[in-house]
């Protein structure tokens, strides 16, 4: 069966533009540029995509219906299963979207108010009441917020980890928030197996734009600095980070020795950054794709200690 002609022009549109809006950004991005690139004119791509929201809405769209038919899946299961089920799931699917995903997080604000944008925010608000479980109080629903991003935001950062490692780190981080799953929670799926149907669909023009946007996952929207896994924030022994991921800190040495190892412990952020830190730091900020704020996040420590080390010369 040979493929329909319309739909493997929607398609190409579809890689070429992904392609574009990671190279030049989507604001600097126009539709002559994406016809130019597949010898098309501008009328012939303003006939699959009237506007160039349409297209950006199309390259999300197999995202959002994956992470729909996620918590479909999660409804009716039991509170602890539901909940691992979602996160699980939720960094699947994050991950075989991972150059849609890269795209949509430095141009969030593109995607306007219209069903888009709601259907983000419908999304969210439902993983977040799945997580928090019934009847949760505040710090409950916190928390939940929280992991949605902990399944979400490194795999913008972290841009050449494979697959597999940073899976492993973001659930390992889920797992130190909320607390390891109880026994009867269900097992962690093989990666892919639960990043839905668009995720190995192999027909359709959704599939084949999502097939386009999985194409060297590792490979991110451009221009972005990865962190290194030297500079991340590991847990210091005796906070409640460590307690929640249920390890047993070891035992604290005796006399004065074990006196002044305690005193060089520094819980919470570093006060300062190490050599490579401060290298990624200025990358990221010279780079112009991360904040301040999203600086100190990424490498654990304040704004105030990135902006020391970025205005010292």
Same mark, same amino acid.
Request: glycine share 8%; with cysteine; aromatic share 4%.
């Given at each position: 069966?040979?493929?329909?002609?319309?739909?493997?022009?929607?398609?190409r549109?579809?890689?070429a533009?992904?392609?574009?809006?990671?190279?030049?950004?989507?604001?600097?991005?126009?539709?002559?540029?994406?016809g130019?690139?597949?010898?098309?004119t501008?009328?012939?791509v303003?006939?699959h995509?009237?506007?160039?929201?349409?297209l950006?809405?199309?390259?999300?769209?197999?995202l959002?219906?994956?992470?729909?038919?996620?918590?479909d899946a999660?409804?009716?299961?039991?509170?602890d299963?539901?909940?691992?089920t979602?996160?699980?799931?939720?960094?699947?699917?994050?991950?075989?979207?991972?150059?849609?995903?890269?795209?949509?997080?430095?141009?969030?604000a593109l995607?306007?108010?219209?069903?888009t944008?709601?259907?983000l925010?419908?999304?969210?608000?439902?993983a977040?009441?799945?997580?928090?479980?019934?009847?949760a109080?505040r710090?409950?629903?916190?928390r939940?917020?929280?992991?949605?991003?902990?399944?979400?935001?490194p795999i913008?950062?972290?841009?050449?980890? =494979?697959?597999?490692?940073?899976?492993?780190?973001?659930?390992?981080?889920?797992?130190?928030?909320?607390?390891?799953?109880?026994?009867?929670?269900?097992?962690?799926?093989?990666l892919?197996?639960?990043?839905?149907?668009?995720?190995?669909?192999?027909?359709?023009?959704?599939?084949?734009?999502?097939?386009?946007?999985?194409?060297?996952?590792?490979?991110?929207?451009?221009?972005t600095?990865?962190?290194?896994?030297?500079?991340?924030?590991?847990?210091?022994?005796?906070?409640?980070?460590?307690?929640?991921?249920g390890?047993?800190?070891?035992?604290?040495? =005796?006399?004065?020795?074990?006196?002044?190892?305690?005193?060089?412990?520094?819980p919470g952020?570093?006060?300062?950054?190490?050599?490579?830190?401060?290298?990624?730091?200025r990358?990221?900020?010279?780079?112009?794709?991360?904040?301040?704020d999203?600086?100190a996040?990424?490498?654990?420590? =304040?704004?105030?200690?990135?902006?020391?080390?970025?205005?010292?010369?």
């Amino acid at each position: 069966m040979t493929a329909d002609p319309a739909d493997d022009t929607r398609t190409r549109i579809l890689r070429a533009a992904l392609d574009l809006f990671a190279e030049h950004g989507y604001q600097r991005t126009s539709l002559r540029q994406i016809g130019e690139r597949l010898r098309l004119t501008k009328t012939a791509v303003l006939y699959h995509f009237p506007a160039k929201e349409h297209l950006l809405a199309a390259l999300i769209e197999p995202l959002l219906a994956d992470l729909e038919g996620l918590l479909d899946a999660a409804q009716g299961q039991p509170t602890d299963q539901a909940r691992w089920t979602v996160l699980e799931g939720w960094v699947d699917i994050m991950l075989a979207h991972r150059r849609p995903l890269g795209m949509l997080y430095h141009d969030i604000a593109l995607v306007g108010r219209g069903d888009t944008y709601h259907r983000l925010i419908t999304i969210a608000m439902r993983a977040n009441d799945v997580i928090a479980g019934p009847d949760a109080g505040r710090r409950e629903r916190v928390r939940a917020v929280q992991a949605v991003a902990a399944c979400s935001d490194p795999i913008v950062f972290f841009t050449d980890v =494979s697959d597999e490692v940073l899976r492993a780190d973001m659930l390992d981080g889920v797992r130190r928030l909320l607390g390891p799953p109880p026994p009867d929670a269900a097992a962690p799926p093989p990666l892919g197996a639960a990043a839905g149907p668009h995720a190995n669909a192999g027909t359709g023009p959704h599939a084949d734009a999502a097939a386009g946007a999985r194409t060297d996952l590792a490979a991110g929207p451009r221009g972005t600095t990865t962190v290194p896994a030297s500079a991340r924030e590991t847990p210091v022994p005796g906070t409640g980070r460590e307690a929640a991921s249920g390890n047993t800190a070891p035992a604290s040495p =005796s006399g004065a020795a074990g006196t002044a190892a305690h005193r060089r412990r520094r819980p919470g952020r570093p006060p300062a950054l190490g050599r490579e830190q401060v290298e990624v730091a200025r990358r990221m900020h010279a780079a112009g794709t991360h904040s301040v704020d999203a600086i100190a996040a990424a490498l654990g420590v =304040s704004r105030a200690t990135v902006y020391r080390h970025l205005t010292a010369q």
